[in-house]
């Protein structure tokens, strides 16, 4: 009996934990979605790309890499400020500006936070 218990409880926590691996951020989607519609554009390995194909990117790196991040500013360390393959840093640029992306989404989201 003792086993079943602890075998059931097993399955509750590993639900839950997978529950939670599928649920997206919303702070994450937040990021996503700013980077999507900020029309800037955003230089990846030596390649510009504008901001929907950015999203797109960052989408397929979330979807791929999401368990290794837990809110939406590992997210930005880990996975939207340098390529995985190369370790170089991504940049962006808006309005002529050019800038580290980990910096320009640590800024929004940072924004996003004090709205009330």
């Given amino acids: 009996m003792k086993t079943l218990?602890?075998?059931?409880?097993?399955?509750?926590?590993?639900?839950?934990?997978?529950?939670?691996?599928?649920?997206?951020?919303p702070e994450v989607q937040y990021l996503l979605?700013?980077?999507?519609?900020?029309?800037?554009d955003f230089e990846r390995n030596g390649t510009v790309h504008n901001?929907?194909?950015?999203?797109d990117h960052l989408r397929l790196k979330y979807r791929r890499g999401g368990k290794y991040v837990?809110?939406?500013?590992?997210?930005?360390?880990?996975?939207?400020?340098e390529s995985s393959w190369t370790g170089k840093k991504y940049t962006?640029?808006?309005d002529g500006v050019t800038e580290p992306s980990?910096?320009?989404?640590?800024?929004?989201?940072?924004e996003h936070r004090a709205q009330p």
Avoid: K, M, Y
Wanted: hydrophobic letters at 45%; aromatic letters at 6%.
């Fill in 70 to 81: 837990n809110n939406a500013d590992q997210f930005i360390d880990r996975l939207a400020s």
């Fill in 102 to 110: 980990g910096e320009w989404l640590h800024r929004a989201l940072d």
């Fill in 51 to 55: 901001s929907a194909d950015a999203a």
């Fill in 33 to 40: 979605g700013f980077v999507e519609q900020s029309g800037c």
């Fill in 5 to 25: 218990t602890t075998t059931a409880a097993l399955l509750v926590a590993l639900t839950a934990t997978l529950v939670q691996a599928d649920t997206p951020d």
């Fill in 92 to 94: 962006v640029t808006c």
